[in-house]
């Protein structure tokens, strides 16, 4: 199932997700979003979701719906997702 697509994809940057190395995407489809909660990340306060397949319901990030910190407001929105979940090894 289709998750995202790579022209979504808004920053390559080292990110880091619960299992490893993550993307942030401005856009994520098939998914269920979780319970807004308040999580200390490594950029500071944040409220996040959990997101999870839609169709195997395994957790693949999380959507970022409130940064406290002004230097990390332009996450609001936007969706990490770990690569180990998202990308297909040949």
Known sequence: M???IRR????F???QGKG???FLFSHAMNIIVGAKEDRNLRTGLHTVADICCADCRQV???KYE???EA?????????????S???KEN
């Open 8 to 11: 979504r994809i808004f920053s």
């Open 60 to 62: 693949l990030g999380w």
């Open 85 to 87: 979940k998202i990308v």
């Open 66 to 68: 409130r940064a406290y």
């Open 71 to 83: 230097s990390q407001k332009y996450k609001e929105g936007k969706f990490i997702l770990e690569k």
């Open 20 to 22: 490893g190395r993550a």
């Open 2 to 4: 289709e998750i995202t």
């Open 13 to 15: 940057g080292t990110l």
